[in-house]
Nanobody
């Protein structure tokens, strides 16, 4: 089984930055892609950014392109989400996820959908104030 533990986040002013971290442990071979999702109460969980592990392709939601950057440190089994130029609408619970994603998503340049991810962290809150 794969365990994911997020850290980072907190309260940030609009225009500011923060970085989320997600450390994976356990069955590390049961993943070839990792992602960050976010959820606001009462709304569906949405994909923010994803990356194929081992230096593979990355993807971003249109709402965060140019502001967020997903990266990985394979030695530490850690995935990061650097969040810059934050906006109040970025306020949400952020979840780390891992799965075995079809390579077809990379070929089409499409972010793997939520159902490709079967391991989830407990979430970390990011609150952006105006």
């Amino acid at each position: 089984q794969l365990q994911l533990v997020e850290s980072g986040g907190g309260s940030v002013q609009a225009g500011g930055s923060t970085r989320l971290s997600c450390v994976a442990s356990g069955a590390l071979n049961r993943r070839n892609c990792m992602a960050w999702f976010r959820q606001v109460q009462g709304k569906e969980r949405e994909g923010v950014a994803a990356i194929y592990t081992g230096g593979g392709q990355s993807f971003y939601a249109d709402s965060v392109k140019g502001r967020f950057t997903i990266s990985e440190d394979n030695y530490r089994s850690t995935v990061y989400l650097q969040m810059d130029t934050l906006k109040p609408e970025d306020t949400a619970m952020y979840y780390c996820a891992a799965g075995v994603c079809l390579s077809a998503w990379a070929r089409t340049g499409t972010m793997p959908p939520k159902y490709e991810f079967n391991s989830w962290g407990q979430g970390t809150q990011v609150t952006v104030s105006s």
